[in-house]
């Protein structure tokens, strides 16, 4: 939906405030650091990222996943739902919802299993466990807690508004943005600001990369520059925690911290994750 | 599928002639999904089928002389706020669009069953990959009976177009056989021979990329422009009595003109002289009259059921009687209403291509009752009724 973002539900109720973000993640952050709970994030992110290519959906699907998965996430436990299972739901509900067309079941879950033990059995050795039926039920638990708000305004429009509003030719700066959004799927900006404005933070890490000066245009623009700098410093936070950290190595460890469902992570077929209390009902359809 | 986008958009849209969405429920053991919507008590299919029974039996009915100027102006601007936040509704036809009864809102027009609409800025796919068939045949544009690949807002423009017609006349205007509806094949010769009876055949100056079309061939081999020269909107139009130097002719022909480029968009058509023309349109279509038309039945929950297990729903269903035959269109709307012992006036709606199921509302879980539903439609979707196996949503 290209329509108008500030009648969106994006912007009426999936903009959230810093302070409720840190409040609801409280009980996470009593066992793990704020350090490590990036990382876990980002570490699903790029497990979302890397089963949309497999499954050949456009960034904008992956996108939408990304953004469902941190809404779900900004309200619950990493232990209500287990992300294994919570990231390939997201991609299945995004593509639908961005008219990709339905992935199918058996496609879905054969791609967590390739991707699973190609790329991710330094964190996950087992085989992957989930099942469609989990799949279906989790989604209808994504569903609700999103209050069924499935459109997602991203800053890769606005961004492209931007760049030819001050120059037709400038390809670089427009590359360079387009990967510093992506990149800001993995900081919690997308929860917290207008994608207008994380387009504009892009923009400006992007000038300052490429050393272009466009002080002159941000200046003409009646934007908050405040907050332009506030995103601007959390994507740089992201680079700075990049620099010294080598998730392959490391993540096996943080994972092992994560809070968990209560019983069995790795539940059998064809039976639920077994929160106990989240997801004790069976689903009945396949 | 399509119960997905369309929570998705419908939780998005806003606007006082589209259909809005009050709430949704989720119940997660059976996997439904029921939409909560307001309730509308009339529908352009029931208003033109009592004005057409009316006319059969040389009945006047008192309603404002503008009434279809009334009606015309709000289905466009709903439209226009549609296609503004790039929605199109690709099913438009006079079942969908609704009209309020008696309250506060008392003879607005609401655009209703979004279900096939999608968004269009940016097609990922083309769109006549996902769904084959999707404009009732009737109000289907000649580009789309064409082959035409993409759906654009003047498809949804000529089906108001067909609409306004049949408000004007009591008559679908391109009313065709109807038989087999799931064809995959877009090109269905019937409806064309129709528009063309009553348009004339197009012709090379006035539609030129007709010649594009992917269907052009076949139309050259099965059609003889030579069999619709004396063929013209005009003459139909005369025929019941629509004068050709009118306002509503002039706007009917743009609205209804073949080549999709040069019809118009529904902003221009809101601005026609029309719209400006004394009487104007009014907010409330009805204008203070008393509205002639009955109102909805209801169902039952125990007709409900004997409904679903005789398979003999056009008898049972509310408002239903002689939807299947008189008018070759299938039934629109089942209503039904709880028992006054469990939820007085609750009332559920579901759209022809969603399925009814026994359940009820208080199947979904006990928060729904403390809603109040006295004011709405609750249609239901579900993906148990599905015939490919795989989930709708």
Known sequence: MAGNFWQSSHYQQWLLDKQDLIRERQ??????????????????????????????????????????????????SLKSIDPWLMAPTCIFLASKVEEFGVISNSRLVSTCQTVVKNKFSHAYPQE?????????????????????CLVVYHPYRPLTQFVSDFSNTDDTILAVAWRIVNDSLRTDVCLLYP???????????????????????FAELSVDMDKILEITKQILKLYELWKNYDEKKEISAVLNNMPKARTSPTPPPNQGPSDGTQMSQTSQST | MSACREIALLRELKHPNVISLQKVFLSHTDRKVWLLFDYAEHDLWHIIK???????????????????????????????????????????????????????????????????????????KPLADLDPVVVTFWYRAPELLLGARHYTKAIDIWAIGCIF???????????????????????????????????????????????????????MKDFKRSSYVSCNLTKYMEKHRVKPD????????????????????????MNDPYFQE????????????????????????????????????????????????????????????????????????TSEYQHMHTGN????????????FTSGNMSQTSNTSSTNGQPRF
């Not at chain 1, 992957?128 to 069924?148: A, K, Q």
């Not at chain 2, 009955?294 to 239903?320: H, V, W």
Request: aromatic content about 10%; glycine content about 4%.
């Open chain 1, 195 to 217: 994608p207008y404005m994380i387009a504009l933070a892009a923009l400006h890490i992007a000038c300052v990369i490429q050393q272009k000066d466009l002080k002159s245009w």
């Open chain 2, 50 to 124: 009592y004005h057409r029974s009316a006319k059969a039996n040389k009945k006047t009915i008192n309603v404002p002389k503008n009434m279809v100027k009334s009606l015309l102006y709000q289905i466009l601007d709903g439209i226009h706020y549609l296609h503004a936040n790039w929605v199109l509704h690709r099913d438009l036809k006079p079942a969908n669009i609704l009209v309020m009864g008696e309250g506060t809102e008392r003879g607005r027009v609401k655009i209703a069953d979004m279900g096939f609409a999608r968004l269009f800025n940016a097609p990922l």
């Open chain 1, 128 to 148: 992957y466990p989930y099942r469609i039926s989990n799949v279906l039920e989790c989604e209808f638990y994504l569903l609700e807690m999103m209050d069924c």
């Open chain 2, 278 to 349: 004394d009487p104007k349109p009014s907010s409330d279509v009805f204008e203070g009259y008393p509205i002639p038309y009955p109102k909805r039945e209801f169902l039952t929950d125990e007709e409900e059921d004997k409904a679903d297990t005789n398979a003999s729903k056009q008898q049972q269903g509310g408002g239903g009687n002689d939807q299947s035959s008189a008018h070759g269109q299938p039934p629109t709307k089942r209503v039904r209403v709880m028992p006054p012992a469990t939820t007085a006036g609750t009332s559920m709606v």
């Open chain 1, 27 to 76: 009980s996470d952050l009593k066992v793990l650091s704020e350090e490590d709970y990036q990382k876990i994030m980002i570490f699903f992110a790029n497990f979302i990222q890397a089963l949309g290519e497999q499954l050949k959906v456009r960034q904008q699907v992956i996108a939408t996943a990304t953004v469902y998965f941190k809404r779900f996430y900004a309200r619950n």
């Open chain 2, 361 to 372: 509302v208080q199947g979904t879980g006990s928060n729904s009752q403390q809603i109040n």
């Open chain 2, 246 to 269: 009118s306002k509503a002719f002039h706007l009917l022909q743009k609205l209804l003109t073949m080549d999709p480029t040069k019809r118009v968009t529904s902003e221009q058509a």
């Open chain 2, 165 to 219: 017609a049949e408000l004007l006349t009591s008559e679908p205007i391109f009313h065709c056989r109807q038989e087999d509806i799931k064809t995959s094949n877009p090109y269905h010769h019937d409806q064309l021979d129709r528009i063309f009876t009553v348009m004339g055949f197009p012709q090379e100056k006035d539609w030129e990329d007709i010649r594009k079309m992917p269907e052009h061939n076949t139309l």
